[in-house]
Nanobody, 125 residues
Framework: QVQLVESGGGLVQPGGSLTLSCAVS????????IGWFRQVPGKLREGISC????????TYAESVKGRFTISRDNAKNMVYLQMDSLQPEDTGVYYC??????????????????WGQGTQVTVSS
């Protein structure tokens, strides 16, 4: 069973940076598309970035393009989300997901669908 554990959330001032980490166990990282999702109270969970199967490319939502960078370290079974120039609207719970392919900026399942528990990011002065 694939398990994902996020870490690295916290409180940051506007304009600041954070790096989120997603530790993946129980599976081969290269086999999965790995996505980061953000959820704000009262709204649907939004896919904001996706790393393609085999680490062959990545996609971003328009709201984070140019500010966020997704990366993965297959040797460590880790996926990261570097977040720069953070704004209050980036506040939310961030989840990582292991699935089968990237559909736009969202990792999407075709039989494989694993989520982490989420980590809170708060951008506020």
């Amino acid at each position: 069973q694939v398990q994902l554990v996020e870490s690295g959330g916290g409180l940051v001032q506007p304009g600041g940076s954070l790096t989120l980490s997603c530790a993946v166990s129980g599976g081969t990282l290269d086999f999965y598309a790995i996505g980061w999702f953000r959820q704000v109270p009262g709204k649907l969970r939004e896919g904001i970035s996706c790393s393609k199967v085999g680490n062959t490319g990545s996609t971003y939502a328009e709201s984070v393009k140019g500010r966020f960078t997704i990366s993965r370290d297959n040797a460590k079974n880790m996926v990261y989300l570097q977040m720069d120039s953070l704004q209050p609207e980036d506040t939310g719970v961030y989840y990582c997901r292991a699935a089968d392919y990237c559909s736009g900026s969202a990792a999407s399942p075709m039989g494989h669908d694993y989520w982490g528990q989420g980590t809170q990011v708060t951008v506020s002065s």
